[in-house]
């Protein structure tokens, strides 16, 4: 896997990914399988949940790897 920061958006949030800061406990792919999904290329899809829930999800991430952004705040 590339070692640069990703970057997965749906409408609502913006999502990035930095795996160089992962420490693999996979808490993000047990807690929202639908959006977390590490057996796909494109491994995460914010438009498979509402994104205040991905939103809480990525707070959850222990290591900070996970980030995001709300695209539209208001
Ligand atoms: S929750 Fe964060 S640290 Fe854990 S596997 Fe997911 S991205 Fe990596």
């Not at 920061?5 to 792919?29: K, M, N």
């Not at 959006?35 to 829930?53: I, S």
Request: proline share 8%; glycine share 6%; net charge positive.
């Amino acid at each position: 896997m590339s070692r640069r920061v990703q970057s997965y958006e749906s409408d609502e949030i913006v999502v990035t990914f930095d795996p160089s800061v992962c420490v693999h406990s996979g808490a993000c792919v047990r807690g929202l399988p639908a959006v977390f999904d590490v057996k796909l290329k494109r491994w995460v899809r914010p438009e498979n949940a509402p994104a205040g829930q991905v939103a809480e999800q990525v707070r959850r991430c222990p290591s900070g790897a996970l980030q995001y952004r709300m695209t539209n705040p208001d």
